[in-house]
């Protein structure tokens, strides 16, 4: 390396060395300078921790302290933080439990609450939003909220607070006002009185309906607030029966400004009304006044025509044969009529003020009468019959029926007793029992005897019948006509004997009831009939309707149907004859139609048809007997039986049953 070279290493290696020590030194200087704004920023940092501590400190005292309910949720609407005003209101505590706005929605509101989340998201807050929420007790409260985005260092929404103050009783309290308001405005315009409400220059400030019709003014009232009204009762004054009077007095009552209340006014075509003038004071300062009219014509009648019911009554009740009692809730007499005290043997007033059980001591029936008092008291009516003793210790038997006695406002304040004395009727009952148990003793007895009187008769009948035969047999081919047709006459009486006997013990044993009880479908009785009775192919039967079940005895039903059937049948004279059942069912029974377009039955004969032997039309089949056993059966079971029916257009036979037979019904 030549020395040139080396110089001028040399010098660049000197000039790198002094630019070395003046960046050192410039590093050095901005080290210091750096240190220095190290210093201060840590002392600025300190004392901006120690402010925001502060503030955090001063924030969290009012987050805790605010009276108001205060919640930080998420955008999800996850509550994040809530002061101790908001656990209360909600009843939640998301130190324990978790908690997300929409559980606190209440469901009509969904829709409105959710459309004031988007509007918080889309314009950053929201106020005086008003709604219900339901609390963690299913309680539903008012609440209003206004509701704000909380956004980060780079304006990114983060989360969302509110301020929900509890309006459940502001609510209450303006839907009350609000309904008391309606109600005043609507009982005002609605009032049976006619009202009119002046202010102190005699400007209609309200008026009604009513007042209208009563002075016979035809506008509409709202048409009349604000008009002046100082020439009213001069204008009006002709509707009354003493014009000028009613003028007077209403200058009179304008002058004094007294309250008068319940003043009658008479009108020219009769009409009473009762007038109130009711002045309106703010302190001693007059604020103008209120008409009131009310029509009492028909009340003035009314109570007129009370009193003479009231005499009326008062007569009835003093002089019936029924014992009147009325006591209090303890059971002290208040009031009798003369019935009960000659029931009793007692005068009024050795009964009133005392207690009914001490004076009439009751026979082993202490408990009923308890009973039944309770049952009173509790508002309800009943019924009963008890044994007691009068004043001359004779035991006798009343039936009572009590009911609870109100007061005005609906209390329970006692019992009315209505008494009737049943001892003769007792006794009566008794022997009816008896008789009863003789005449169905008599009846079996009676029927036993039927069966032997019918066996009995028909065994001679059955003789004579062979004994025709055996004659005509031996006698073959030796017996004139004459002779033959008087054997056949004779034969067909013998049949119409044996078919009357027949029909006797059919009649004799339909009054009574086995114990025999079964569920009776009447369709298959109906169709039985039909396949066994004999019906000539131009004559249709129809069941109209479907037919009940009833409860009784198949042979008795099948019977009164197959009667009215085979008459229907029997006495059709058409070329189409028509026979119709039908049935239509009412509260308690049912009743059943058979109908014919036959030859029909004179209205003369219309009550005799149902009696025994009695036939309208002579024929060997026919013994009068068929129609009495039809209603016998349906006697038998509660219900009536009666016709309609015109000469060759046909008879309809109608009968009831009863859907609740007893089963110890006899005739």
Sequence with gaps: MSQSQIDILQRTLKREKAARKAAEKILEDKSRELYLVSQELHVSNEKLQDLLNEKSSQLKGVFNNILDAYLVMNLKGHVLEMNDAAKDLFGYDIDHERLNV??????????????????????????????????????????????????????NPIAAQGIIRDITEDKEDEDLLKQSTNRLSSLILNLDSGVLLEDENSTIVLTNTKFCELFKIPVLPDLLIGQDCSDSAENC??????????IARIDELLKNKKQVLAEEVLMADGTILER???????????????????????KRKYRESLETQKNKYSNIIANMNLGLVESNKDGEILLVNQSLCEMSGYSADELVGKRINKLLPYIGGQKIIDQQKEKRLKGESNSYEIKLKNKNRKVKNWLISGAPNYNLKGEVVGSIGICLDITDIKKLEKQKEKILKELEKSNNELHEYAHIVSHDLKSPLRSI??????????NEGKLDEMTLQNFDLIETTLEKMEQLISDILLYSSAGSLTNEKEEVDLNIVLDDLKKILYKPNHISIEVLNKLPVLNGEKIKFQQVFQNLMSNAIKFSNKEKGIVEIDVKENKSFYQFSVKDNGIGIEKKFHDKIFKIFHSLQESKESTGIGLSIVKKIVDLYKGEIWIESELNKGTTFYFTIKKSINENSTT
Excluded: C
């Design 102 to 155: 929409v559980n606190l929605i209440y469901m009509d509101d969904e829709e409105y609450a959710f459309n004031s989340f988007f509007e918080l998201s889309e314009k950053g807050f929201f106020s005086n939003y008003t709604a219900r929420v339901v609390t963690k007790t299913k309680e539903v409260k008012w609440v209003q909220i206004n509701a704000s985005i909380i956004y980060d260092t780079d304006n």
């Design 237 to 246: 004054k002709h509707l009354f029966q003493d014009p000028e009077y009613f």
């Design 276 to 298: 109130d003038f009711i002045p309106i004071l703010k302190g001693n300062e007059y604020n103008g006044h209120l008409w009131a009219y009310k029509d009492i014509s028909l």
């Design 465 to 474: 019948n062979a004994l025709t035969s055996w004659i005509k047999s031996d």
